[in-house]
């Protein structure tokens, strides 16, 4: 449940630096402010997620999940809270999302919520349920195309042929491999009981 509190503090927080973000955009990059809140937004979860894919690998979180199958349940609550936090006051905040990113947005933060209450976390990271380990991978490496998040806050004032393009594609091609295959692997053994 404190996992919840983390979530809805970081969301105010984020929720805060809207308004100064867009402004700035407004004023010295000329847009228009559904265009600035929409640059905002991918601005802040760009630089969110490249402190939590930092913080993931430096601490060794990462290595300990995907490798040696073990993770710190307060690491895992704490990110996903951070992480549905972001989609959360996305979704609140820029007025005219794309259908498909407002169907991840609500799905993030319904699954986020419904984790961070329901899960049994009292468990050490050996023994927790499996469909945490595998939501926490996903959402760990879901973090990884920080870049793609980047390259659409900036993609109306770039060259079609930037590298950042490319840099992008292959983060997010190689983060949806690894996902998907570290996912597909666990399957047969997932424990549905949560």
């Not at 601490?59 to 490798?67: D, I, K, N, P």
């Not at 609500?106 to 899960?119: I, R």
């Amino acid at each position: 449940m404190w996992g919840l509190l983390v979530g809805l503090a970081f969301g105010g927080f984020v929720w805060r630096e809207y308004t100064p973000i867009a402004a700035y955009l407004q004023r010295e990059q000329s847009m228009k402010r559904v265009e600035a809140l929409e640059a905002t937004s991918n601005i802040i979860k760009a630089v969110v997620l490249l402190c939590l894919c930092t913080y993931s690998y430096l601490s060794g979180e990462a290595v300990r999940a995907v490798c040696l199958d073990r993770f710190s349940p307060a690491t895992v609550q704490v990110t996903m809270a951070i992480y549905a936090s972001l989609d959360v006051v996305s979704l609140m905040q820029v007025p005219k999302l794309a259908r498909s990113t407002r169907i991840h947005h609500v799905g993030v933060g319904v699954v986020a919520t419904w984790m961070l209450m329901c899960v049994d976390w009292s468990h050490d990271g050996r023994h927790a349920p499996r469909v945490a380990k595998c939501l926490f991978v996903y959402g760990l490496v879901s973090s990884n195309p920080y870049a793609v998040n980047g390259l659409l806050a900036v993609r109306r004032h770039i060259s079609p042929r930037t590298r950042l393009r490319w840099v992008a594609l292959v983060i997010y091609a190689a983060s949806c491999a690894v996902n998907w295959t570290y996912q597909l692997y666990w399957l047969p053994d997932m424990h549905w009981s949560l």
